[in-house]
């Protein structure tokens, strides 16, 4: 509890430096504070052809002056001169250290005379919007100040409000002028920077597509900087610099954006957005081109630069967004999710945009447009998303291809082993079967010499050669699956014979089995293999009764050019490890099995095109799947 009172008082400190920042840590109380005046209304007059924006030419005494309200600007396409004196009288002033700020004088040259002494000039030949900050005294009150402002096009005079009061207060709202614009506009060339470093990261599917949206906004970013208020209001001796850049970073983003949208949406109808991107590339070199030579020669040389940059560019975006936003739409409608995240990012900017536009065009030019900017932030998030999902896309891919991949791996391994395992059996299968059969021989000879008694040993004995017979042909089917008379299998024909094989020992477990395999289904393969395969299948599920007896149901069909063929039975079912190693080499689920039978099922079926698989529950039963191609007689 000791530590509460400090933590009051750190919070109340706190609270009180919050309410204290917004003017700037003014201590004075606000009774004390002098609001800023605005002044109302001022003179005009329009310049004389030839005007240089000199004090002399409005001295005379006969020069007539006209009334004018706030944020009344003029027309100079209506005068040959194209430009315009402003006269206004300073106010009463309090404060020793006071100020005026005029919010927007449109004009790309503007002078500012003090009665007859010049204390503002700023000129830039495309921009004319100028924020103005002058400093006054009391000793001002009453003064004259002489504003000339000239423009080739467009609309001249002062815009916006004229504000006198205290120095400090209208200098935190003059530094304010424009800045979110340098914020928002370094925040777009900060994010395209750092994305560009990473560009060495990426493999060759992304770095196009990632080098384009560094590009894009890089672009955005620089062009909402040069054109804010803040850098021509506080570094205007670099205007000109300003105006180069703005108009690269546009030059340089429309290929870019191009790029983009065909790797989004694609090439579209009749190739057109590739047709579009080579145009706007080609355009874009040759701008360039004439940038770099107005830029060399000083403006001296400015016809291509007039031509391609002043007058076309802005119709040639125009085009270029028209067409970009009804290639989106038409893809988004088609519901693909990149398309529509572009569509709403791209909708949302045109849609502003256009807005703004059509206001600036009802306030006949004297809006500033500002919102553009802020729909751009919408844009650039879309672009960002839409290349997200890109990479969540191929990352999904990425370890699809890895599972895929070491599937196949351990596919290999398996056809590896079993090449190995096939040629051991093969040998040993060849060397023991001839001293197995001349074994054979001579025991048939002993039956005919021997007693009764020992005979029945004999018969035993043959039996098990027999037996051990069958084991080394089944080695030698999967050693060489390969079968020397391939023919149309009837399917149905095929289990009428199995059935009669195994039906009697299904009886004899107390089980039995039933089948339901249409006449008319067709498969390439041999006869005896095709049996071969199924009895052990069969088999397997026979001696998985669990004693009380059992049910097998054997059923065909056709499906997508596949015949499919299901042994289901009831029986004691095996464990996912069991069921996971099914078919590998000499293993079994049974206590004396060898897991030979079952190797052989897998390679008969593999070795006629076919493919198998089980699922099984303990306790349940176990399902077999066996699909072969379609023969169409």
């Given at each position: 509890m000791?530590?509460?009172p400090?933590a009051?008082?750190?919070v109340?400190?706190?609270v009180?430096m919050?309410?204290?920042?917004p003017?700037?840590?003014?201590?004075a109380a606000?009774e004390e504070?002098?609001?800023?005046t605005?002044?109302?209304?001022?003179?005009v007059k329009?310049?004389?052809a030839g005007?240089?924006?000199?004090?002399s030419e409005?001295?005379?005494?006969?020069?007539?002056?006209?009334?004018q309200?706030a944020d009344?600007i003029?027309?100079?396409?209506?005068e040959?001169s194209?430009s315009?004196?402003?006269r206004l009288?300073?106010?009463?002033l309090?404060?020793?250290?006071?100020?005026?700020?005029f919010?927007n004088?449109?004009?790309?040259?503007?002078?500012?005379?003090?009665e007859?002494r010049k204390?503002y000039e700023?000129?830039?030949?495309?921009?004319?919007?100028?924020?103005v900050f002058?400093?006054l005294?009391?000793?001002?009150?009453?003064?004259?100040?002489?504003?000339?402002?000239?423009?080739?096009?467009?609309?001249?005079g002062?815009q916006?409000d004229?504000q006198v009061g205290?120095y400090?207060m209208?200098?935190?709202?003059?530094i304010?002028?424009?800045?979110?614009?340098?914020i928002l506009g370094s925040t777009f060339?900060?994010t395209?920077?750092?994305?560009l470093?990473?560009?060495f990261?990426?493999g060759k599917?992304?770095?196009?597509?990632?080098i384009s949206?560094?590009?894009?906004?890089?672009?955005?970013g620089?062009?909402v900087?040069t054109?804010?208020?803040f850098?021509?209001?506080?570094?205007q001796?670099?205007?000109d610099l300003?105006?180069?850049?703005?108009?690269t970073?546009m030059l340089?983003?429309?290929?870019a954006?191009c790029?983009?949208f065909?790797?989004?949406?694609?090439p579209?109808?009749?190739?057109i957005f590739?047709?579009?991107r080579?145009?706007?590339?080609t355009?874009s070199?040759i701008?360039?081109f004439?940038?770099?030579?107005?830029?060399?020669?000083?403006?001296?040389?400015?016809l291509?630069?007039?031509?391609?940059?002043?007058?076309?560019v802005g119709?040639v975006?125009?085009?270029l967004l028209?067409i970009?936003l009804?290639?989106?739409i038409?893809?988004?409608?088609?519901?693909?999710?990149e398309?529509?995240?572009l569509?709403?990012?791209?909708?949302?900017?045109?849609?502003i945009?256009v807005l703004?536009?059509?206001?600036?065009?009802?306030?006949n030019?004297?809006?500033h447009?500002?919102w553009?900017?802020?729909?751009?932030?919408?844009?650039?998030i879309?672009?960002?998303?839409i290349?997200g999902s890109r990479f969540?896309?191929?990352?999904?891919k990425v370890?699809?291809?890895s599972?895929?991949?070491?599937?196949?791996?351990?596919?290999?391994?398996?056809s590896?082993?079993m090449?190995i395992?096939?040629?051991?059996?093969a040998?040993?299968a060849?060397?023991?079967r001839?001293p197995?059969?001349v074994?054979?021989g001579?025991?048939?000879l002993?039956?005919?010499?021997?007693?009764?008694?020992n005979k029945?040993y004999v018969r035993?004995?043959?039996e098990?050669?027999d037996r051990?017979?069958?084991?080394i042909?089944?080695?030698?089917?999967?050693?060489k699956p390969?079968?020397?008379?391939?023919?149309?299998?009837?399917i149905?024909h095929?289990?009428?014979?199995i059935?009669?094989?195994?039906?009697p020992?299904?009886?004899?477990?107390?089980?039995?089995?039933?089948?339901d395999?249409?006449?008319?289904?067709y498969?390439?393969g041999n006869?005896?293999?095709f049996k071969?395969?199924?009895?052990?299948?069969i088999?397997?599920?026979?001696?998985?009764?669990?004693?009380?007896?059992?049910?097998i149901?054997i059923w065909?069909y056709?499906?997508d050019?596949?015949?499919k063929v299901h042994?289901?039975?009831?029986?004691?079912g095996?464990?996912e490890?069991?069921?996971?190693?099914?078919g590998?080499p000499y293993?079994?689920n049974k206590?004396?099995?060898?897991?030979?039978?079952m190797m052989?099922?897998?390679?008969?079926v593999?070795a006629?095109n076919?493919q198998?698989?089980f699922?099984?529950t303990?306790?349940?039963g176990?399902e077999a799947?066996?699909?072969?191609p379609e023969?169409?007689?």
């Open positions: 000791r530590n509460v400090k009051i008082i750190i109340w400190m706190t009180w919050i309410l204290c920042m003017h700037g840590l003014m201590l606000p504070i002098e609001e800023p605005s002044i109302t209304g001022w003179e329009w310049g004389k005007d240089q924006g000199f004090i409005v001295m005379g005494e006969d020069e007539i002056w006209e009334r309200s009344q003029m027309d100079v396409t209506k040959p194209g315009l004196w402003t009288t300073i106010p009463s309090h404060d020793g250290s006071s100020a005026i700020r919010e004088i449109k004009g790309t040259h503007v002078v500012i005379y003090l007859d204390v700023n000129y830039h030949y495309n921009y004319d919007n100028n924020a002058l400093p005294s009391a000793d001002h009150s009453g003064n004259t100040l002489y504003v000339w402002a000239q423009n080739e096009r467009g609309w001249v002062i916006g004229v205290p400090a209208l200098q935190e709202r003059y304010h002028n424009g800045l979110m614009d340098i060339v900060f395209s920077l750092i994305m470093s990473c560009t990261f990426l599917f992304h770095k196009g597509l990632w949206l560094c590009v894009v906004m890089g672009s955005i620089t062009m900087i054109y804010s208020k850098l021509y209001t506080f570094y001796v670099y205007g300003y105006s180069v850049l703005f108009d970073a340089l983003g429309m290929p954006l790029y983009f065909e790797q989004i949406i694609g579209g109808v009749y190739g590739t047709k579009i080579k145009i706007q590339w355009y070199s701008a360039l004439s940038l770099f030579i107005y830029v060399v020669s000083g403006g001296q040389w400015n291509l630069y007039s031509l391609f940059v002043t007058h076309v119709i975006l125009v085009i028209i970009l009804a290639g989106t038409t893809r988004a409608l088609q519901r693909n999710r398309a529509i995240l569509a709403s990012g791209f909708g949302t900017f045109s849609l945009s703004e536009l059509l206001w600036y065009f009802q306030r030019g004297t809006y447009l500002f553009w900017k802020w729909s751009m932030v919408a844009f650039v879309s672009l960002i998303a290349l969540a896309e191929k990352h999904n370890l699809e291809y599972k895929e991949l070491e599937l196949f791996n351990n596919e290999l391994q398996r590896e082993k090449e395992i096939s040629e051991l059996a040998s040993v060849h060397e023991v001839n197995l059969q074994t054979r001579f025991l048939q002993m039956t005919e010499q021997e007693d009764n008694k029945g035993i004995a043959l098990e050669l051990a017979s069958g084991i042909t089944d080695f030698l089917t999967f050693a390969e079968f020397d008379h391939i023919i149309s299998l009837n149905s095929e289990f009428d014979h059935e009669g094989i195994l039906v020992m299904a009886n004899l477990e107390g089980g039995k089995i039933t089948t395999i249409p006449p008319n289904l498969i390439r006869s005896s293999k071969q395969a199924f009895i052990n299948i088999k397997n599920s026979i001696e998985a009764f669990q004693g009380g007896g059992g049910q149901d065909a056709s499906q050019g596949q015949v042994v289901r039975d009831n029986g004691e095996m464990s490890e069991a069921l996971s190693r099914l590998e293993f079994s206590i004396k099995g060898t897991g030979l039978g052989v099922t897998f390679r008969i593999e006629m076919g198998i698989s699922t099984s303990k306790g349940v176990t799947v066996v699909s072969f023969f169409v007689k």
